[in-house]
């Protein structure tokens, strides 16, 4: 498919209705909201403080912040079942609307109010998908669509009609925190398998897994929640050997939005939201749809995830850390798609490029600026016995090796230093003691926050942060993977930006962390813009995908259509409106539906 140029003149994407003093806590909720839920769970923790409000309204990344109006915190799940009955009432005054006419507006149309509701976990999401984009702007946000009379809990009446116009007004939107979802199961002996509740952390769990000589391998850097690595597809550095989410995933339970729409405030068999349990503790099925994988990466659109049964890994007895440096890119990127291509096992597999290099060798020495940071810094390097020095400004290959005996891994380390050095490699080092494998992968490790401050300024607070930083990633085939991040890395330099590209290179995922400065020109911002727009562009037209594992949220949905075509869009919007037909979850990520329409499906 030929695709259209998207427009990049505006980076900063600014979500409609997004400003914080538009809302006067939680106005723009019906008025009896929080007074129910709290008479039907007098325990119920509920904010509208502004930090919490605030907090829960944005990611790690240059998105703007779109706060809820709420912010609560479920224990259970008949408590969030509540909860997301209340997003989806018919307005008392209109419960005759169907037989008699008599409406609100005097229109003879019925009136439905919706509730926004976005799952929240440790709000380290990259692309807008904590945003409330449809919740109202201080007046009520109507939309007047023709649905089903079928989702009406009024069974009473003669309807002949198929369908009806609805007045939807949007009366703003709640976070469900998922941090109370803290059980973490019995792994019985034999099993690669443990059951977590949704806002169970990746170091928690591995901690809590240590004395069973079994770990959760699926790094994503970020201490996310296992419930939103879930909802965002996430992988990271050692998914070249076990694989992303979608993979690690056996199976979940989650909530699904009500379909039948009431004004009751007592619950009934038809618009009760569904407790579903998708997949089983077997490490493979071929039993009907694969719906655990419907719900990984949904990104909240389609329900709340509350537990997840994972798959698990052995600890690896012996482990091997190795770096290479090459003279250029694309020679670094050719040797790691050899080294796949040849069955080497590697663990881990991380290309950097030079900017990444030089950002490691300034953030080692620099401090972002500061004299004083940068003694603080090396005081803590030293304490941690790490002998950090800087690096040769040169393209890096970072290997990891793992394997329940030495000789194999040390085989295996073999054969791929022999292949990085069929392409020019140099300064190939390796270590298997811990101390000296975390030395050796500084750079790596350290990367993100070091490409920040790469845009730090002196004497002041107006240096670069993850709030004002575009991280973009997209996947390619590894046959293309060399010519696409050389091509990203040259667009950096030509149009004269800040931007080291770096990437999961066993698998062809690769990012870029473009930080920006509140000061900025507009000329500058574009150019992000367009080195972004750029990269996701040549990623597609190979047959790559616009985003390996940030997930889409807002931020590139524009892009999901070149990638599926209208009928790839329809079947996905035709599942949203099976499951969530009133688009209450996490409205406008990845497709953007009103509440009703009808498609050709």
Known sequence: MRCRRFSTSNVSHDPPSSTTDERSHHGRLPKDFLSTLRSLHPDLKISTNYYDLESHGHGESYHPSAPPDAVIYPKNENEIVDILRLCCRQVVDDITTITNKNTEAGDGITTVEVVSVIPYGAGTSLEGHLCFLHSGNGSDIDEIVDIPTSLFNNPGNDISDKFQKVRVKRKGGISIDMSFFQSIGE????????KVGAGVTRNSLNAALRHTGMQFMVDPGADCTIGGMVACGASGTAAVKYGTMRENVLALRAVIPPTIVSSDIEISERNRPLVVQFGTNALKSSAGYDLPALLTGSEGTLGIITEVTLRLHPIPSNVVAAS????DLHSAAEAVAMIRMMGVPVSRCELLDEASVRAFNHSLYLGHG??????ESK?????????????EVKPMLFLEFAGHSETSVMEDLAAAQSICM??????????SDEETRQALWAARHRLYYSAIALRSQDGDDGGATSRSTLVTDACVPLSCFADVVTATANDVKEFGVIGPCFGHAGDGN?????PMLENDSVEYKEKVSQVNA?????AMSVGGTCTGEHGVGYGKKKYLE???????????????????PWNMMNPGKILDLKAISNLPL
């Open 187 to 194: 792994v019985a002996s034999g099993d690669l398998f443990v």
């Open 324 to 327: 290479c440096a090459f003279d």
């Open 370 to 375: 500061d004299s004083n940071k940068a003694t």
């Open 379 to 391: 005081s803590r390097n030293q304490q941690l016995s790490l002998q950090l020095q800087p690096m």
């Open 422 to 431: 069929d392409y020019d490699g140099r300064n190939f080092a390796f270590a």
């Open 510 to 514: 690769f990012h870029c962390i473009l």
């Open 534 to 538: 750029n990269l996701i562009e040549r």
């Open 562 to 580: 070149c990638m599926y075509g209208t009928g790839g869009i329809a079947i996905m919007g035709a599942i949203k409106k099976a499951l969530d």
